[in-house]
């Protein structure tokens, strides 16, 4: 198990954009699972939507992207940034809203040269709530 301290430790992301509190499973080179637990005091629920709190799907996205941004370093890969080169076939099943707790599950497709190719799904329970292909670069260079 990764706690958040070894997370942070690993990809640059914090409060109040880190979305992923702990990772449970790892298989370096293949897959990895993590968790989200959503509150109501996440920033994004005071304007979506206010009286109907719903987490955006980009950030389901996002969420599955931080956790394979940890599956890459710790898969041996080097550099300090992860940077998002493509979101494909996207598809969103279910709200997210606060309380629920997000499994994030993603694996590698592919892996050349510092890009990275994954599959990810998201669930709450037993219920699929997004699932996407994306492809993200880690490199040293800064931004």
Known sequence: MIDVKEIQSLIPHRYPFLLVDRITELVPGEKIVGIKNVTINEPFFEGHFPG???MPGVLIVEAMAQVSGVLGFKSG???NTVLFLSIDKAKFRKPVVPGDQLIMEVTLLQQRRGI???SGKATVGDDLVCESDFSAMITDREI
Do not use: T
């Open 52 to 54: 109907n709190p719903i």
């Open 77 to 79: 890969q080097a550099g």
């Open 116 to 118: 990275y190719k994954f």
